[in-house]
């Protein structure tokens, strides 16, 4: 075989990288953390529900750690980030809430004022379509997984929040950096399966004022209350309440969906 301009010519190899072939998310970030940023950080292993998540990419061109690190946790349920002592911890979307994980509850009649939104309709899907496996060569995504609501809630109505049933006007299609760090098919049909469960419904947003008596409430934290707040009004029908029960599960009934009452702390 004869190769012109040999010199000049693009060369791409499959190798594994210095983690192996099978690399969760959380091994991957303490990596990065210890080896590239020399940050003595406590190693997490992360859930069992997510050990079969595996992830492998490269990387050819200088870049940000920060975004790097962005970018690698947008595509799993964990949540890394610094913590009010400068510690840097994993928090972590569970696919399953049964009241028993660490949280801190908040009573209703500590609460000074508060109100409620939800998150933004344009941010419902009904249909995903997870673009994966790049060719390195090309830049296109050789591999996709797809998956609709109706097929997985049977419950669930499209025409709850007006959307067509056809999901044509409610689809999201993953071709960006998200999809340059998954190669592996049950990898991507999990996390195409867990971004449409995440989507599938607005989520109900709590904006509270608290005592000085909840200042270990950080970043992260996940908490519950005792109770509806105020008149026992369920914002948009939601029954919050830390001891709701539906289905045998805890939490309320969404559009066929179990939405759980415990919430994961966005800013302070």
């Keep these: 075989m004869l190769i012109d301009d040999m010199q000049e010519q693009d060369y791409y190899a499959n190798v594994n990288g210095r983690l192996g072939a099978r690399s ?83 009573l209703s009649s500590d609460c000074i004022k508060w109100s409620y939104k939800r998150t933004k309709i344009e941010e419902v899907f009904t249909s995903i379509e997870y673009q994966y496996s790049e060719n390195y060569a090309t830049g296109n995504f050789e591999k996709s997984a797809t998956n609709d609501i109706e097929s997985l809630l049977p419950g669930y109505a499209n025409s709850y929040y007006g959307l067509d049933a056809s999901n044509e ?52 934290s996940l908490v519950t209350f005792d109770n509806i707040l105020g008149e026992g009004v369920k914002p948009f029908g939601i029954d919050y309440k830390k001891d709701t029960v539906n289905n045998g599960l805890i939490g309320d009934l969404l559009n066929g969906q179990q939405v759980f009452p415990v919430f994961l702390c966005t800013s302070t």
């Design 169 to 220: 006007d409610s689809k999201l299609i993953i071709e960006d950096d998200r999809s340059k760090f998954i190669r592996d098919s049950v990898t991507a049909e999990n996390y195409a399966k867990w971004m449409l469960f995440w989507h599938c419904n607005q989520h109900l947003i709590i904006k509270a004022r608290l005592p000085l008596q909840y200042l270990n409430i950080e970043v992260g």
């Design 24 to 106: 969760t998310m959380p091994e991957i970030i303490n990596d990065i953390m210890k080896s590239e940023l020399n940050a003595d950080v406590v190693v997490e292993t992360g859930l069992q529900e997510y050990k079969n998540w595996l992830y492998s990419f490269t990387i050819t061109e200088k870049v940000n750690s920060k975004s790097l690190i962005e970018n690698l946790s947008s595509v799993s349920p964990y949540i890394p980030h610094y913590n009010n002592l400068n510690d840097f911890k994993f928090d972590v979307i569970r696919s399953l809430y049964n009241g028993s994980e660490e949280n801190t509850t908040i």
